[in-house]
């Protein structure tokens, strides 16, 4: 008997029938009406992705990303018009990224970096392969626009000072200082030990706080502006970070996170040693603890999406996540020491975080009352009920208040990617670019909440996507995707990332040619609490997630509008992991998948993350490790699978695909292969995104039937 025999037998055949077990909401709903045509992966992606919301610390402005086929610009609007515009002009599919945006403080002027992180070797993405790199640098634009970018200095993070006047950034392990006008000489402050990080400006301007890494360590500096001289904060044996300064710059919090050896990443982690949050003088630099975890669940410190995991407020309060109920939410405690008190309290989970200009007030998102979506929600510092800021089917993320009272925040929905939007009253006003005509939102399907059952019981949330048309009662092929992360959540509708952004359009356009789609929130992702996202024996310690793998393939084999004998598998990344691995344990379920630079053995990826890792060095966990990877199941491979890989990818190596191109060359399975030459993990260049699924349609196309009408006749 198969794997996927006994699974089936043990989820009593739901394969064949609808199940007891089986939740579906609108699973039984009918498709959209027929007759759109089919969607076209160049105008699927044919929009611009809004990224990376500011707002001045000054007026009514803010300024965003935008991400336009690959010419990537700053963008800024302000009160009382709120009128978009562009400050930048590249032109280009160049592949050069835009981050750190930081208006001065009169907000003036906008400064920003252009080009990727570098990797460990020093090289800064280059996907154009050009002959002159183009070098990582800090650049800085007037806010009115106007007037070309001037560039600053070469090099990636930067922070600005109080008065606007000056920024500091590191050069390996230097700090330095820089005036911003023109022909301004660089002045180096010191040179630390472990490299300086996240350097942070005291509100009156005079000192720096940074961390400095040092492996198995961490410790918080501050560094005189003038002098460059260095004291640590409350040094010790733990990991310290994320300082925040006290309004009047005598203070520093910061978080503590004790070192645990042998802690591999792609393993659970429900309890640990536990974080504290501490207070140090940084003038003399003696500390004290301001608040512990206790010890079990929630011990483990996890982060939201934020400048900053601690938020010096009014009234003297610290806010920080924390997972004490099994759901990530903010706390504030007081900064003299006592319990937290809950801000956000329930079942839900919040992401994106800020403090409000005043420092009285938090603003986030969540999935609060809405549990595959997100809104934007508001709460006091102090205690009190949360306020929804947005509601509805849309989704709305990033959130920022200006200090004019303005709150902007992107939002997307099923037919419309990540824009930007502005509340002026109750008011929703967009102030980005619009759609092109290219693109097909108006052939969109809604895709539908969906709730199965994994192999082994599991509730698994996913997206289902029906096909636009097809006579009653036609059986259609069927794709399963799989996200990435793998801590993520997908969404109903357009993602907060532009790489899952990208993926949800590709599903779009498997739906317009005939697929049911689903796309699964497995195990390990975010969203379902802390449980979920530690899922016991996940990743590389038993691929607990097979059963959700499992679950969602039996879950389409039961539906009446489905082909069970062509069901596909597709994803990148972590999504790729389980696409090999289904195919490498279930090709009697999986008829075929594209893999998208996918983990194909944990203990060569490990390396890549941890670069110390030496499997010899573990063998029990490394041996666990293997059993738990694609590679291990490799003789039971059978389905024919398109392998897509950039080879400069800094996340998973290239390697995966060249060592599983061989091994299924080795045993004849079918394969096929599209490799990007100096592309990234996540493909810099549009084209690059528009080649890969191009040729994942053609692929899918020729293997499961896809692009058919329901009576069998040709619709390319």
């Not at 492996?215 to 502006?225: L, P, R």
């Not at 659970?268 to 003038?283: H, I, K, N, W, Y």
């Not at 980005?432 to 108006?442: A, K, N, S, Y």
Request: net charge negative; proline share 6%.
């Amino acid at each position: 008997m198969s794997v996927v025999d006994r699974l089936r037998a043990r989820c009593g055949g739901m394969s064949r029938r609808r199940s007891a077990i089986l939740l579906a909401m609108g699973a039984l709903a009918s498709s959209p009406a027929a007759g759109r045509a089919q969607i076209r992966v160049q105008d699927a992606l044919s929009f611009s992705f809004a990224s990376g919301l500011v707002a001045a610390t000054t007026g009514d402005r803010v300024a965003w990303v935008e991400n336009d086929r690959g010419a990537r610009n700053v963008w800024v609007a302000e009160g009382p018009s709120w009128s978009g515009h562009a400050v930048t002009a590249y032109a280009d599919d160049d592949g050069q990224e835009l981050s750190s945006l930081t208006f001065t403080p009169d907000g003036a002027h906008v400064l920003y970096v252009r080009g990727g992180a570098p990797n460990r070797q020093g090289e800064v993405p280059d996907p154009l392969s050009t002959p002159d790199t183009e070098a990582r640098a800090v650049w800085i634009v007037p806010a009115a626009g106007g007037a070309e970018p001037r560039k600053v200095v070469d090099g990636g993070g930067f922070s600005l000072s109080p008065d606007g006047t000056r920024i500091v950034y590191g050069k390996g392990r230097e700090i330095w200082i820089l005036g911003l006008e023109e022909g301004a000489e660089a002045r180096k402050l010191a040179t630390v030990r472990g490299g300086p990080g996240g350097p942070t400006w005291a509100p009156d301007g005079t000192r720096i706080a940074f961390t400095s890494n040092r492996g198995d360590h961490s410790f918080i500096g501050v560094m005189d502006a003038a002098s460059g001289a260095v004291r640590y904060l409350d040094p010790g044996v733990w990991e310290d970070g994320s300082p925040v300064w006290s309004p009047d710059s005598r203070r520093i919090a910061f978080l503590r996170v004790p070192h645990e050896r042998d802690q591999f990443p792609f393993a659970p982690r429900r309890a640990g040693l536990p974080f504290s949050v501490r207070v140090a003088d940084a003038t003399t630099g003696q500390g004290r603890e301001v608040w512990r975890a206790p010890e079990g669940r929630g011990s483990v410190f996890s982060g939201v999406d934020a400048d900053s995991q601690l938020f010096w407020s009014e009234g003297d309060r610290l806010v920080f996540p924390w997972e004490g109920d099994g759901w990530k939410h903010l706390y504030a405690v007081p900064v003299g020491g006592g319990q937290p008190v809950a801000l956000t309290p329930g079942g839900f989970e919040v992401q994106y975080v800020a403090m409000t200009p005043d420092r009285r007030r938090m603003i986030y998102d969540s999935n609060q009352d809405d549990i595959d979506r997100k809104h934007v929600w508001t709460v006091d510092v102090a205690g009190g009920p949360p306020r929804a800021v947005t509601r509805g089917e849309g989704l709305e993320w990033g959130a920022v208040v200006t200090p004019g009272g303005t709150v902007a925040f992107h939002a997307s929905s099923t037919t419309r990617p990540a824009h930007t939007v502005v509340m002026v009253g109750e008011d929703r006003r967009e102030v980005g670019p619009d759609l092109p005509r290219t693109f097909p939102g108006d052939r969109m399907v809604t895709p539908q909440q969906v709730v199965f059952r994994a192999a082994d019981g599991l509730e698994i949330h996913g997206q289902l996507f029906l096909p636009s048309g097809g006579r009653a009662g036609a059986k259609h092929p069927a794709m399963v995707f799989f996200h990435g992360g793998s801590r993520r959540q997908m969404l109903l509708g357009f993602h907060h990332r532009d790489y899952y952004s990208n993926a949800y359009a590709f599903n779009q356009v498997l739906a317009s040619r005939g697929y049911v789609v689903l796309a699964v929130n497995y195990r390990s992702g975010i969203g379902y609490g802390m449980e979920f996202r530690e899922a016991l024996n996940y990743g590389a310690t038993g691929a607990s997630e097979f059963n959700d793998v499992i679950g969602a393939g039996l879950y389409l084999q039961s539906r009446d509008d489905v082909d069970g004998s062509r069901i596909g598998l597709w994803g990148g990344s972590y999504g790729g992991y389980l696409t090999a691995l289904g195919l490498a344990r279930a090709s009697d379920l999986f008829a075929a998948g594209v893999d998208l630079h996918g983990v194909h053995d944990w203990n060569v990826v490990i390396k890549n993350f941890v670069p110390d890792y030496e499997a010899e060095a573990h063998p029990e966990f490394s041996k666990l490790a293997f059993a738990s990877s694609p590679m291990a199941f490799i003789d039971g491979w059978r389905s024919p699978v398109l392998l897509i890989h950039g080879d400069d990818d800094r996340n998973v190596p290239f390697s995966e695909s060249v060592d599983m191109a061989e091994s299924l060359a080795r045993r004849h399975v079918d394969f096929e292969e599209l490799v990007f030459p100096d592309e990234v993990h996540g493909f810099l260049l549009h084209r690059s995104w528009v080649a890969a699924y191009e040729a994942a349609r053609d692929f899918l196309g020729r293997k499961l039937g896809g692009g058919r009408a329901a009576d069998g006749s040709d619709r390319r």
